[in-house]
């Protein structure tokens, strides 16, 4: 057990390091002397900066658009070559009053113009036309062309779309996404093409990219007048040929895809291998599949097309550009990505070459058809009819007996579908410490039930499965546990530092060979009443935000740990009391691990290799993404309202910043930046700004932060060791937490 220095004591000692006579004692003391400076003074120049500087730019996109536009018609000329003339008609107004600009639209910073048409009968979407040209016609009123087209759209199925954008918003998007002030898309449908059905849900695009979703921040798939996701296929055409077969060999081929990213050319071969249609499909499936760190599993269908697999999982669709859009044809030597979905070559048993795979494929065939294959659900999450395992099978925390500093905690579980029985789970037991009525631990979780087997053998040596001799008189019957847990095993709960704990159940069940997901529990329990409690509403939305992106979030997986966590378990883990492990000039700390994550810092940069052009091209290209909200300003896509704010110093402790990783093969700028220990808004919001300095190798804005940090507040540097750097923390977490009641 740990043990606080008491502040006097540290006082004391730092009095007699000043009339020391000893060089380095001095310079030893005056280094750690600011540990009695005072709190951070951050809400004095940042208040309200969350909902200010963050949330109101992804406000300005998401809100009423100032612009409209609407498309009046269409109008063609027949050339008498079997060509036409269109002229497309517009009406743009600005605040409800005509938009006046005498030049033709210069003015707006994005505007485009297209025409397509529709074949109801092969559902594609063929002949697509750009319009340009934008001539002010006067009140409003304008006009774009294009000629020598193949059709009168007045004449034939099909549909004009136009957007027009304006007020370039500061955000982190670059590249073909931008985010605007002002957005404004409109459609007119002619013939049958209104009748389109998209076999996707717009609602699952925005469970990741926020509502409303834009494509690239501008191109609404929802228009007035037109069918969903009808406005894509004016540029992702059923017939145009694809410009991103790079997708494909990055993870079909990293080195020579390393060697392409460098400049090198594609080769006739490859352009005829990787060939492919840029039409939604595959340009969606391979994107995510392929090209972004996609947060789930992409057998997870019903994430886009909920409610419609039967469009989508049919033999018809059972073909290879269906497979190769998702899947890598041969995969390299050393297997695919785990991340990614395994290569062709690696789950068939026949040559890809034979043919169109409902060939057998079908019903009453030698071979499974499509929708036994994928059965639209990831199997670790869903059970066969599509219902959560998480959602059918629930734990429940009883209430508790304490006996001195004995505590025997109870909980039970309920439910089953399919084959999955609550009897059959296997739980862990944590329990964590909240420190002077914060709402972070002090004391991190201890994890039991002790001797358990299987992923949840607890070793007390695993850093992830913290085993713990204060766990006993485990008892078991069906779906009934009980455990015993005694006090004395927290840190500081003896010196009366902790009067609250945290108790959780994570639960894992495996059905055949295959372990499943269940969310995990928890509840406060007050010492001093001996009673649970609510305590602290929690700042983010897990269920109905974290979820939407990550369907079931298991954050452990590598581990052998597939259960669903949540906030409140999440933190007995990741607490300030820690640097970050896998995260550089991070806090262990739930708030800066998850804010460094979604501004995609990397993890383990010691380990990356820079001089093999592989690992360092996937280190630049993680670094390059951006959240998929297409910019991290948008807190409330995670944190409920109002609670993105620079924390308050009284409900959140001090912590500790891991220091700068040693990289060997990299020349960068940024040196050797020692541990430090910082205040709560240096760690959650310092956590993002960080993540961006260090991404971008920024070494003299980095050091400038941390200046700027250590004048609003104080940045210590770390002790001689871990002891003496924990000694350090706690001076400061006494000294801080003692100016509140």
Not at 291 to 307: D, L
Not at 570 to 589: A, N, Y
Not at 657 to 682: F, H, K
Request: charged letters at 20%; one cysteine or more.
């Amino acid at each position: 057990m740990q043990k606080r220095t008491s502040l006097m004591a540290v006082v004391f000692a730092l009095a007699v390091l000043l009339v020391s006579t000893s060089g380095v004692f001095a310079q030893v003391q005056l280094a750690h002397f600011d540990v009695l400076s005072p709190p951070e003074t951050c809400v004095i120049c940042h208040s309200g900066a969350g909902e200010k500087k963050h949330q109101a730019i992804y406000d300005d996109y998401a809100d009423e658009s100032t612009l409209e536009l609407t498309i009046d018609g269409v109008k063609s000329v027949d050339n008498g070559d079997g060509t036409f003339n269109a002229t497309m008609m517009l009406t743009i107004k600005k605040n409800g009053a005509a938009y006046i600009d005498a030049d033709g639209l210069p003015s707006l910073e994005q505007k485009r113009f297209y025409a397509v048409t529709y074949d109801s009968a092969t559902r594609q979407f063929l002949n697509s036309q750009s319009f340009s040209n934008p001539a002010a016609l006067g009140d409003g009123k304008y006009s774009v062309t294009a000629t020598g087209i193949a059709y009168d759209l007045n004449n034939s199925n099909g549909l004009a779309y136009g957007y027009i954008a304006d007020g370039l918003l500061d955000t982190e998007s670059g590249g073909h996404v931008s985010m605007y002030d002002d957005v404004s898309n409109a459609g007119l449908a002619f013939g049958d093409a209104a009748t389109y059905e998209s076999a996707a849900n717009v609602s699952g695009c925005e469970k990741c990219h926020g509502a409303p979703y834009m494509k690239h921040g501008y191109r609404g798939p929802q228009v007035e007048g037109l069918s969903d996701f009808s406005t894509c296929k004016t540029c992702h055409y059923d017939d145009r040929n694809g410009g991103h077969e790079d997708w494909q060999i990055l993870v079909d081929n990293p080195a020579r895809y390393a060697e392409i990213h460098a400049g090198d050319s594609l080769t006739a071969d490859e352009e005829a291998q990787y060939a492919y249609t840029a039409n939604i499909k595959n340009d969606v499936h391979m994107s995510h599949a392929m090209e972004f760190p996609y947060p789930q599993s992409m057998s997870t269908c019903a994430t886009c097309h909920e409610g419609k697999l039967d469009m989508i999982l049919t033999d018809a669709n059972f073909k290879l550009e269906t497979c190769v859009s998702c899947h890598p044809v041969t995969g390299p030597e050393e297997g695919t990505d785990p991340h990614r979905a395994p290569a062709l070559a690696d789950v068939m048993s026949h040559d890809i070459s034979l043919g169109e795979c409902s060939n057998c494929h079908t019903d009453g065939s030698v071979a499974p058809v499509f929708s036994e294959i994928h059965t639209g659900y990831d199997e670790h999450v869903y059970a066969g009819d599509g219902t959560k395992y998480s959602d059918a099978i629930t734990v429940t925390i009883d209430d508790p007996t304490l006996d001195g500093t004995m505590l025997t905690i109870n909980f039970h579980a309920t439910g089953t579908v399919g084959t999955a029985d609550a009897a059959d789970i296997v739980p862990a037991v944590y329990v964590g410490g909240y420190g002077f009525d914060t709402k972070d631990f002090l004391s991190p979780a201890y994890g039991g039930l002790e001797g358990q087997s299987g992923v949840w053998d607890f070793n007390p040596d695993d850093a992830y499965l913290r085993g713990s001799a204060y766990f006993s008189g485990e008892t078991t019957n069906g779906a009934t546990w009980s455990v015993t847990f005694d006090l004395t095993g927290l840190d500081y709960y003896e010196d009366g530092a902790i009067k609250r704990i945290e108790i959780g159940v994570a639960p894992a069940l495996t059905v055949g060979s295959n372990n499943v997901v269940l969310q995990s529990v928890s509840r406060t329990f007050n010492l001093e009443d001996g009673a649970y409690e609510d305590y602290y509403a929690p700042i983010v939305d897990f269920d109905t935000k974290c979820s939407n992106c990550h369907d079931e979030l298991m954050p452990h997986v590598s581990h052998g740990m597939y259960f669903a966590s949540n906030v409140t378990m999440c933190k007995m883990c990741h607490t300030p009391m820690s640097g970050s492990v896998h995260l550089e000039m991070q806090s262990r700390s739930f708030d800066s691990y998850v804010h460094a994550i979604h501004s995609f810092q990397a993890f383990d940069i010691g380990d990356v290799n820079f001089a093999d052009p592989v690992e360092a091209l996937r280190y630049d290209l993680h670094v390059e993404h951006v959240y998929p909200n297409f910019t991290i300003k948008n807190c409330e896509s995670c944190h409920n309202e109002g609670t993105f704010e620079v924390p308050d110093q009284s409900r959140s402790l001090p912590g500790l910043l891991s220091g700068s990783d040693s990289v060997e093969t990299w020349d960068r700028n940024i040196g050797v930046v020692p541990a430090y220990i910082t205040g709560p808004g240096s760690r959650a919001c310092g956590a993002c700004h960080r993540a961006d300095l260090i991404a971008e190798d920024e070494a003299g804005e980095l050091v400038s932060l941390n200046q700027h940090t250590k004048q609003g507040g104080y940045l210590i540097e770390e002790g001689a060791d871990s002891d003496e750097t924990q000694g350090l923390l706690m001076t400061v977490i006494d000294y801080i937490m003692a100016l509140f009641k």
